[in-house]
């Protein structure tokens, strides 16, 4: 990977440099999280506020092939089905800002694990792309697992599913059969599209850093779609949208529902792609789903899982 200067990636000035260097650049500025263009100015001061909704969670640093990632266990009063519910967060975000919904489930029964992805949060790294989060993702699900389903937002929606297939280079697949897709795109050409323009790369600029993911990923970019990653995993579920989205556009939850039948679109206006994750009718859509998850030979109830690794303090 070539060196850097903070002048290129500050001043967006990719569209100069040559093809094969312009596609090295702008995978590392799309692999870094913390200079990406979807990251709010006031990121640490909101992530240094919402941490404190984590107080109550049981905290463990999990090793995983990626590194070390911080996760979090929220325990119900009286749990209702066995495994856990995994939450993946989006790119830029962390476990903190999902926290809201994690209540909610918890809430009506259901043991909850939230994780920062690699490079996210107070996890390890500067540095990750989508398969290495997918494989973080499957790690934490053994580890904290079974896992009953996943609930996701925006791109932890790709991560999940690319989990749950397990195609390689995966070195296995997280094993589930619910999902919530929350503002999740459909295409990841969409995002590098998206990013492309963003940061002025020419189409063969664009070309070459497309085909840094692919060699990532070990096959073409078009194969990361949930229209195709769905019915591959096996997992059916919700698809949850707001019209307004100005991130995620609603006609990806569209195109997810076209092409996979057994989804459900719940559209929900005005919330656009964060606000989403605070609002009482979402969390009572997802709950209401995952009670219907329950087989009638599961309902009852479950004693708490006792977590014998030390857990980290939470923060003041």
């Known amino acids: 990977m070539v060196w850097l200067p903070s002048e290129i990636w500050a001043e967006r000035r990719f569209n100069g440099l040559p093809s094969a260097v312009a596609g090295d650049a702008a995978f590392r500025v799309f692999c870094t999280p913390s200079i990406s263009e979807r990251r709010a100015p006031n990121h640490r001061q909101l992530a240094e506020r919402a941490r404190y909704h984590l107080r109550n969670a049981q905290w463990r640093r999990i090793e995983t092939p990626v590194g070390e990632v911080q996760t979090y266990v929220f325990e119900p009063d009286q749990q209702i089905a066995p495994g856990i519910v995994l939450i993946v967060h989006g790119w830029t975000g962390e476990s903190s800002f999902i926290t809201a919904i994690a209540e909610a489930i918890r809430r009506n029964g259901f043991r909850v694990g939230l994780f920062d992805l690699p490079a996210h949060g107070l ?169 219907r998850t329950v087989e009638p030979g599961e309902r009852r109830t479950y004693q708490p899982r006792v977590v014998n690794a030390p857990a980290a303090s939470a923060p003041a």
């Not at 999902?179 to 492309?196: C, E, K, Q």
């Open 123 to 291: 996890s390890s790294g500067r540095s990750t792309n989508l398969i290495d989060c997918a494989r973080a993702t499957v790690s934490v699900g053994e580890q904290l697992g079974p896992v009953h389903a996943l609930v996701t937002h925006s791109f932890g929606g790709l991560i999940a599913l690319v989990a749950s297939e397990g195609h390689a280079p995966m070195p296995g697949k997280l094993t589930t059969k619910h999902i919530a897709l929350i503002a999740s795109p459909n295409h990841l050409s969409d995002i590098t599209d998206h990013f492309a323009r963003y940061w002025g790369l020419n189409d063969a600029g664009r070309r070459a850093f497309e085909h840094r993911l692919e060699r990532i990923g070990g096959r073409t970019l078009d194969c990361f779609a949930a229209v195709k990653l769905l019915p591959a995993s096996g997992v059916g579920g919700l698809v949850i949208h707001a019209p307004d989205d100005i991130d995620v556009p609603f006609r990806c939850a569209e195109e997810i529902v076209a092409g996979v039948p057994d989804m459900e679109l719940h559209s929900f206006n005005g919330l656009g792609h964060r606000n989403i994750l605070f609002a009482s009718p979402v969390a009572r859509t997802i709950t209401s789903y995952l009670k």
